[in-house]
Structures are given as structure tokens and as C-alpha cells.
């Protein structure tokens, strides 16, 4: 199960598929029930951002194995708007959907390793990965 | 045994007894126990997966629904660990932002400090007292030749951005030409430079006066600043120090009016800020009446000493909660 594996997020119930689609991976690869949650969570959130602000887009799956390091890597990938100041979505407290959400620092914080890369008018990647420890 | 695991143990301990004797002392230990846990940082999830771990060793059959249950909750804890972690988050930019305020602030004592020179003929004393960390209010003597130039101004607003609007003021007057110039042509001067480099929605107010110790006058110009006052000792009587002009930066052409006194033997001059005639008290701002009779009340005094009595009545009078920045300067003529 090298592959990736993604889910096309269109509506809200995709987010589920997503959500399940990461604890399964989650749970094949070890993880406790706390970072499962977790893992979840940030699946959830990067899920929402696509759903609310670009419409459509997918999220990726995978498992990753770095010198015998484990782990799982999410990514979010979007033909959306593209986010204009990274540096303010990155800043606590600013959260363009009014509070709900814990916005893109809250995902950085979940998992171990955080990058986005964004361009206005073409779309967003964002990366995020945890390690099994 | 690592952190966690000492953590475990030490909840397991707890939550057995407790489930065993349900005494207010087991509850009063687990209150103290989460204390350690914000300590440690333990987040609310990391809390609710502990108390499943635990809870799995001591009741191994327990149902699944039971199980599951915990799951959900553990769930559901997530949006609050999310919080915490902000939080703390925010908790840590904020100190490393004090800190930086505090370096700034210590920087701008350095910066703005200004000596109070020997004057032979003139006693002169300042209190200069921010009302937060960094200090809105500036003033400034300089001796050239024989002379003597006191300066008092004041930002309107306060906390950084009029502390560093004060520091623009220094260098400004600073790079003043070296002869001593009339008050209301430095504040021309200043005018200028105020109008073009500060936003619209800062002014400044000033007091600028020169004495003359031939002449014994005092060359004053004001640029809407509170007006001081000004001792007679003859009369025995306390005059406000008037000096009228609009405060700087509003308008490129502005001109001020030159003003001047003779200061005789045991006459004072009295200038201050705003922060101190907004004193207020429990029975509102305090009156320039009464700021007049606590300076009479220590006149014997040195110069030094009245601002400092005054400063200190004023502070406690308003409960040790300076609600601007204070500056207070006495100039006495002795011979």
C-alpha cells in the first residue's frame, strides 16, 4: 500500500470519504487514537478550505517511509482562487470563515511537518505530514 | 520511564483510589494533578486518551459501547486541543512581543534622555513619568552660550507610536542649526518637518522658551500646548503662561507668536504636559487651581523636590494609575 490514494472533494460528504480514507491509512500504519483523531482533524480542515474557497479539488493520502521513518502525508490540492497574503492565513486568530474552523496554523500544529505553496488564480497545495512514533 | 508514562501511572493511581472511596481528597489531588498536566503541556485530547488507556486496564471487560464511547469523546475534544494549542500559541507571541516593547522602551529612555544642566541663577527640577512602557511626552534643555532652552511636547495619543513620533521630534530639533533660535521660529521650523513626515492624524503640542540670564527674560512660543505657569514672587500670585499658536503639523504656513517675559528674583516658570491637568480623581479631572496650591504648598523647597512632591501627590491621589504621560519642569530664578 505504497500508493496514494485520493478523494475528489466536491461537497461536504466527500469530506467524510476523505476523513475515512485517513483514518484507515492511519490505523493500518499504526498510529494511537489521539493522533488518528488528529490526523482526521487536519484531513477535515484542509478538506473544508477546498470545499469553501476553491469549490472543488482533492485531498492525497500517503503513507511515507524515510529511512525507516514512518509516517503519513496529507495532501490538498486545489484549482482554486489561490490565497493571496500565506503570511496572514498562517497568523492565529485570522480565520476568513468567521471563527469556524481552526484555520490553517491549528492544521500546522496537529501534524509534524506543514508546507503550502499557493498561487493567486491558479490553486493551492498544501502538504502536511506526521510521523509514527 | 518517560514523562508520559509516569503520567499514566500517576492517574491510574489516582482514578483507582478514587473510584474505590469517592473522598473529596482523591478529587482535590486530581485538581492538583491537572495542574501538572498544563504544565506539561498535556492537551485536553492527550487527557481524554490518557483516561481511555487507563480505563482499559482497569476494566478490561468493559462494554463496547462503553469503548466507543471514548472514542467519540475523544473526538469531540479535538476543537479544544485545537484551542489550547492556539492559545498557547498566542500566550508565547505575546511575551516575545513584551519583551521587545521593553527593549524599545529602555532604548527610548537612552535616546531621549536629557540632562538637566547647572544653571547657575535658574533651579530646575523635571518629573517625566510615562504611563505605559514608553514615553509620550518629551522635553529637552540645551545651554548655548549664555543662555538657556527648555522645551516641553507632547504627542497626542500615547504608547509607541507617540514614543516614536517623539523620537522623529528629538533628531528634528536636534539637527536645528547650532545658534540659539527664537522659540517661535523653532517651532516654525518644526512645524515643516512635523507636516511632512508624520501621518495626519498625530499632532504634537509644544512649549518652547529660551532664558536670557542678561536680560533675565524669558523668549517663549507655544504651538497649542497646555499652558505652564508663571510665578510672580512680588505679587505673590500664579499666572497661566499663554502661548497661542496650532499645534504642529496641521498646516504647512502656520506662524507662531513670539512671547516674552522679565523673570525677577524668586519668580518661577511652571511647564507641564496634559497628562498632568488630565489627573483624575475620584471627583473628576483635577482643577489648575489645585495643581497651583500643591506646587505653593512645597514652594520653599528645591525645584527638584516641588515636582517630585507634586508628581507623587498627583500619582496618589489618582491611586497609582497614571492615565497619560506626566511631565512637570519648575524653573526658579535665585539671583
Same mark, same amino acid.
Given at each position: 500500500m505504497d500508493i496514494q490514494s485520493c478523494v475528489e472533494v466536491r461537497n461536504e460528504w466527500d469530506i467524510v470519504s476523505a476523513r475515512q480514507l485517513g483514518r484507515n491509512m492511519a490505523k493500518e500504519l499504526g498510529f494511537g487514537n489521539v493522533d488518528q483523531a488528529r490526523i482526521t482533524t487536519a484531513i477535515s480542515e484542509l478538506a473544508r478550505n477546498i470545499y469553501l474557497y476553491a469549490g472543488r479539488g482533492k485531498i492525497c493520502i500517503e503513507p511515507i517511509n524515510q529511512l525507516g521513518k514512518k509516517g503519513l502525508r496529507i495532501v490538498a490540492l486545489d484549482n482554486g482562487p489561490g490565497i493571496r497574503e500565506i503570511r496572514k492565513v498562517m497568523e492565529d486568530g485570522y480565520t476568513t470563515s468567521g471563527g469556524l474552523g481552526a484555520g490553517l496554523p491549528g492544521v500546522k500544529r496537529l501534524m509534524d511537518e506543514f508546507s503550502i505553496e499557493s498561487t493567486v488564480d491558479v490553486g493551492t497545495e498544501i502538504s502536511a505530514t506526521k510521523w509514527l512514533r | 520511564m518517560t514523562a508520559k508514562d509516569a503520567l499514566i501511572e500517576r492517574y491510574q493511581d489516582l482514578l483507582s483510589v478514587y473510584l474505590k472511596a469517592k473522598t473529596e481528597t482523591t478529587l482535590y489531588k486530581g485538581q492538583q494533578f491537572s495542574r501538572k498536566l498544563l504544565e506539561q503541556q498535556i492537551s485536553p485530547e492527550d487527557l481524554v486518551s490518557l483516561h481511555i488507556q487507563v480505563m482499559d486496564e482497569l476494566f478490561p471487560d468493559m462494554s463496547e459501547e462503553m469503548r466507543d464511547s471514548f472514542d467519540f469523546l475523544l473526538e469531540s475534544m479535538i476543537g479544544y486541543g485545537f484551542a489550547y494549542?492556539?492559545?498557547?500559541?498566542?500566550?508565547?507571541?505575546?511575551? &516575545?512581543?513584551?519583551?521587545?516593547?521593553? +527593549?524599545?522602551?529602555?532604548?527610548?529612555?537612552?535616546?531621549?534622555?536629557?540632562?538637566?544642566?547647572?544653571?547657575?541663577?535658574?533651579?530646575?527640577?523635571?518629573?517625566? +513619568?510615562?504611563?505605559?512602557?514608553?514615553? /509620550?511626552?518629551?522635553?529637552?534643555?540645551?545651554?548655548? /552660550?549664555?543662555?538657556?532652552? +527648555?522645551?516641553?511636547?507632547?504627542?497626542? /495619543?500615547?504608547?509607541?507610536?507617540?514614543?516614536?513620533?517623539?523620537?522623529?521630534?528629538?533628531?528634528?530639533?536636534?539637527?536645528?542649526?547650532?545658534?540659539?533660535?527664537?522659540?517661535?521660529?523653532?517651532?516654525?521650523?518644526?512645524?515643516? +518637518?512635523?507636516? &511632512?513626515?508624520?501621518?495626519?492624524?498625530?499632532?504634537?503640542?509644544?512649549?518652547? =522658551?529660551?532664558?536670557?540670564?542678561?536680560?533675565?527674560?524669558?523668549?517663549?512660543?507655544?504651538?497649542?500646548?497646555?499652558?505652564?505657569?508663571?510665578?510672580?514672587?512680588?505679587?505673590?500670585?500664579?499666572?497661566?503662561?499663554?502661548?497661542?499658536?496650532?499645534?504642529? =503639523?496641521?498646516?504647512?504656513?502656520?506662524?507662531?507668536?513670539?512671547?516674552?517675559?522679565?523673570?525677577?528674583?524668586?519668580?518661577?516658570?511652571?511647564?507641564?504636559?496634559?497628562?498632568?491637568?488630565?489627573?483624575?480623581?475620584?471627583? =473628576?479631572?483635577?482643577?489648575?487651581?489645585?495643581?497651583?496650591?500643591?506646587?505653593?504648598?512645597?514652594?520653599?523647597?528645591?525645584?527638584?523636590?516641588?515636582?517630585?512632591?507634586?508628581?507623587?501627590?498627583?500619582?496618589?491621589?489618582?491611586?497609582?494609575?497614571?492615565?497619560?504621560?506626566?511631565?512637570?519642569?519648575?524653573?526658579?530664578?535665585?539671583?
Amino acid at each position: 500500500m505504497d500508493i496514494q490514494s485520493c478523494v475528489e472533494v466536491r461537497n461536504e460528504w466527500d469530506i467524510v470519504s476523505a476523513r475515512q480514507l485517513g483514518r484507515n491509512m492511519a490505523k493500518e500504519l499504526g498510529f494511537g487514537n489521539v493522533d488518528q483523531a488528529r490526523i482526521t482533524t487536519a484531513i477535515s480542515e484542509l478538506a473544508r478550505n477546498i470545499y469553501l474557497y476553491a469549490g472543488r479539488g482533492k485531498i492525497c493520502i500517503e503513507p511515507i517511509n524515510q529511512l525507516g521513518k514512518k509516517g503519513l502525508r496529507i495532501v490538498a490540492l486545489d484549482n482554486g482562487p489561490g490565497i493571496r497574503e500565506i503570511r496572514k492565513v498562517m497568523e492565529d486568530g485570522y480565520t476568513t470563515s468567521g471563527g469556524l474552523g481552526a484555520g490553517l496554523p491549528g492544521v500546522k500544529r496537529l501534524m509534524d511537518e506543514f508546507s503550502i505553496e499557493s498561487t493567486v488564480d491558479v490553486g493551492t497545495e498544501i502538504s502536511a505530514t506526521k510521523w509514527l512514533r | 520511564m518517560t514523562a508520559k508514562d509516569a503520567l499514566i501511572e500517576r492517574y491510574q493511581d489516582l482514578l483507582s483510589v478514587y473510584l474505590k472511596a469517592k473522598t473529596e481528597t482523591t478529587l482535590y489531588k486530581g485538581q492538583q494533578f491537572s495542574r501538572k498536566l498544563l504544565e506539561q503541556q498535556i492537551s485536553p485530547e492527550d487527557l481524554v486518551s490518557l483516561h481511555i488507556q487507563v480505563m482499559d486496564e482497569l476494566f478490561p471487560d468493559m462494554s463496547e459501547e462503553m469503548r466507543d464511547s471514548f472514542d467519540f469523546l475523544l473526538e469531540s475534544m479535538i476543537g479544544y486541543g485545537f484551542a489550547y494549542r492556539e492559545h498557547q500559541s498566542l500566550r508565547d507571541k505575546q511575551q &516575545q512581543l513584551e519583551s521587545e516593547i521593553e +527593549v524599545a522602551a529602555s532604548m527610548q529612555q537612552t535616546l531621549l534622555l536629557s540632562d538637566v544642566p547647572d544653571f547657575g541663577e535658574l533651579d530646575i527640577g523635571v518629573v517625566s +513619568v510615562p504611563a505605559k512602557k514608553m514615553n /509620550g511626552d518629551y522635553y529637552n534643555f540645551v545651554k548655548s /552660550g549664555n543662555s538657556l532652552s +527648555v522645551a516641553v511636547a507632547d504627542i497626542i /495619543g500615547k504608547g509607541i507610536p507617540a514614543a516614536l513620533c517623539m523620537s522623529m521630534i528629538k533628531y528634528a530639533m536636534d539637527s536645528l542649526p547650532e545658534e540659539q533660535m527664537k522659540p517661535h521660529l523653532l517651532l516654525e521650523n518644526l512645524n515643516r +518637518v512635523v507636516e &511632512q513626515n508624520v501621518n495626519s492624524n498625530m499632532f504634537i503640542t509644544m512649549f518652547h =522658551g529660551v532664558y536670557e540670564p542678561e536680560s533675565h527674560k524669558f523668549y517663549y512660543a507655544g504651538a497649542g500646548h497646555e499652558p505652564g505657569f508663571i510665578y510672580n514672587a512680588k505679587e505673590d500670585k500664579f499666572n497661566d503662561l499663554i502661548a497661542k499658536g496650532l499645534v504642529l =503639523g496641521v498646516s504647512r504656513s502656520t506662524t507662531y507668536h513670539p512671547y516674552e517675559k522679565k523673570i525677577e528674583v524668586g519668580d518661577m516658570v511652571v511647564l507641564l504636559s496634559d497628562g498632568v491637568t488630565e489627573c483624575r480623581t475620584s471627583k =473628576g479631572f483635577i482643577e489648575r487651581d489645585e495643581i497651583v496650591s500643591l506646587i505653593r504648598k512645597y514652594m520653599d523647597l528645591s525645584s527638584q523636590k516641588i515636582v517630585e512632591n507634586v508628581f507623587q501627590e498627583l500619582d496618589r491621589l489618582q491611586g497609582f494609575e497614571l492615565r497619560d504621560d506626566f511631565t512637570l519642569i519648575i524653573l526658579k530664578r535665585l539671583v
